[in-house]
């Protein structure tokens, strides 16, 4: 076992940090930043207005490319977790918050960088550890850096993926519709206008037409197709009133190609059909507009590094399928979105136990996951003395 590796990530796990704590995940920030200047390495606390990321950056002696590891300083809170900040060890498992997403990977790359420096590692370019804060709400960390200027050639995100090389995920918007109607007493409905029967038509059309259509699309190789679910309904105020206002929230899941004026075009579009086309409704996105976006992932056109990061994946873990699609959002997206690079999902773990009131994460992956992360920035740097700037293209 690799008791550094474990101990870390224990003191990690013993530090809360989620975006319901008054601090948020600064805690965990300064943790991170004592813990890399206690190793001998050039840390630094980036301050975004009381939000705070940690970077630290390790540069070869031959120019080349940027590659950035990158994670989340923020977990969920503990939910009904017993004893989710004690770093339990049993049975080759380490349990507590965030052991798998991501404490585990906060650990696994803040060792990649010391390795790095211990052996004055002769590599092209730059590696650039940055740990991002609220990634599991609003993703700010990572859009402050955008805002800053990010600039990376490659960025591999650490999320629980067991190994495997995530190269695409679908985009997220919330979309929120409100429908008015005009209230009445319930004896005499039809002197009002019952508003939740809008609601309950709009919801018809989603289901009998738009879904179909959804479906009937090109479908992504990795991603599959689109998909819609009404996961919200509020509307009324007591059975003997007829409601005035019903509220209907939608997930839709983007894949590559589609944008979020096409998606909330079309749900205006099956809006527009209720009541003969006189329903009186508002549509927005709540999460995911043209401003804050949540896009879609899709690096499979970098053909060059993802056959080199797959095969050094391959020879630490034996598979020689790796490359995959992902059912869930990372910050990966941003990135590649707002700057046209290249960017993969990668670590240790699997997300079926994110989130969950047993969280943990199997050590014996998680050593392996340093493995992986220092091979895949050292192949990166041999690609690029092979290959030149066109591998990034």
């Known amino acids: 076992m690799n008791k550094e590796l474990v101990e870390l990530t224990k003191r990690f796990i013993a530090v809360p940090g989620y975006s319901e704590l008054v601090e948020k995940e ?3 920030a300064e943790t991170l930043y004592k813990e890399l200047r206690s190793m001998g390495l050039p840390a ?22 940027t590659v950035v590891l990158c994670t989340h300083l923020d977990t969920v809170p503990p939910y009904e977790m017993q004893n989710p900040f004690e770093g339990k060890v049993e049975n080759g498992r380490l349990y507590g918050r965030g ?14 960088m010391k390795r790095l420096f211990e052996e ?31 600039y990376a050639d490659l960025t591999i995100v650490g999320e629980p993926t067991e190994l495997q090389l995530g190269i695409a995920h679908k985009g997220v918007t919330w979309i929120q519709v409100d429908f008015r109607g005009k209230t009445a007493h319930g004896s005499v409905p039809e002197e009002g206008h019952n508003a939740i029967y809008d609601a309950n038509h709009f919801i018809q059309y989603i289901v009998e037409d738009l879904i179909p259509k ?22 009324g105020t007591r059975p003997t009133i007829v409601p005035e206002f019903c509220r209907v929230q939608i997930d839709r899941r983007l894949v590559p190609d589609e944008d979020i004026v096409q998606v909330l075009n079309e749900i205006t579009e099956e809006a527009g059909k209720v009541n003969d086309g006189k329903a ?3 549509i927005k996105a709540i999460l995911g507009d043209e401003e804050h976006p949540f896009p879609p992932l899709d690096s499979g056109r970098y053909q060059s590094i993802l056959t080199c990061l797959s095969q050094t994946v391959s020879k630490i873990t034996g598979s020689q399928k790796n490359i995959i699609g992902l059912p869930y959002w990372t910050d990966a ?18 997300i079926a136990q994110a989130h969950s009131n047993n969280e943990y994460i199997d050590i014996s992956q998680l050593e392996q996951s340093v493995e992986v992360y220092d091979s895949m920035v050292r192949a990166i740097s041999e690609l690029y003395r092979k290959e030149g700037e066109n591998a990034f293209k």
């Open 44 to 65: 630094q606390l980036l301050d975004y207005d009381g939000r705070y990321n940690v970077v630290c950056e390790y540069e070869g002696e031959q120019i080349g490319p």
């Open 280 to 282: 009186d409704f508002e």
């Open 120 to 150: 004055k590692a002769e590599i092209c370019g730059k590696v650039r550890f940055l740990a991002v804060s609220d990634e599991e709400s609003g993703s700010y960390g990572m859009r402050k850096e955008i805002e800053n200027g990010y």
């Open 214 to 235: 959804l479906k009937d699309r090109k479908q992504h190789k990795l991603l599959g197709t689109a998909s819609i679910n009404v996961g919200l309904i509020d509307g």
């Open 26 to 28: 600064t805690k965990m």
């Open 333 to 350: 997206a941003l990135p590649g979105y707002y700057t046209g690079k290249a960017a993969v999902v990668i670590g240790p773990g699997n």
């Open 99 to 112: 052991a798998v997403d991501v404490r585990g990977i906060l650990a696994a790359m803040s060792l990649v």
